[in-house]
Nanobody
Framework: QVQLVESGGGLVQAGGSLNLSCAAS???????MGWFRQAPGKEREFVAA????????RYADSVKGRFTISRDNAKSTVYLQMNSLKPEDTAVYYC?????????????????WGQGTQVTVSS
């Protein structure tokens, strides 16, 4: 079993930055770590993902050039650096882990989820 705990959310003004963290523990048979977000009344959507060992990354078009996913394997932690935040980035952000090698971009491709952390961007 893998446990994921997110942190780093909060309230920020448009144009600001936040750095989310996801600490993983347990039996880490995971190959991909991802971030998703869900705004009120909307479906959960893909934000970014990284192959745990190879450093391959994928980003949603809406965040390319503004968000960066990275990982510290020694700390079993994945990060999401979010810059130039916009009000439309407001959502609950979830960390997820997938026991496969190729990066899935849909929620169904992930096996484990964190509890989520709220990000609110004010205009």
């Amino acid at each position: 079993q893998v446990q994921l705990v997110e942190s780093g959310g909060g309230l920020v003004q448009a144009g600001g930055s936040l750095n989310l963290s996801c600490a993983a523990s347990g039996r880490t048979f995971t190959y991909v770590m991802g971030w998703f977000r869900q705004a009120p009344g909307k479906e959960r959507e893909f934000v970014a993902a990284m192959n745990w060992g190879g450093g391959i990354t994928r980003y949603a078009d809406s965040v390319k050039g503004r968000f960066t996913i990275s990982r510290d394997n020694a700390k079993s932690t994945v990060y999401l650096q979010m810059n130039s935040l916009k009000p439309e980035d407001t959502a609950v952000y979830y960390c997820a882990a997938a026991r496969i090698r190729q990066i899935p971009m849909s929620p169904g491709g992930y096996n484990y989820w964190g509890q989520g952390t709220q990000v609110t961007v004010s205009s």
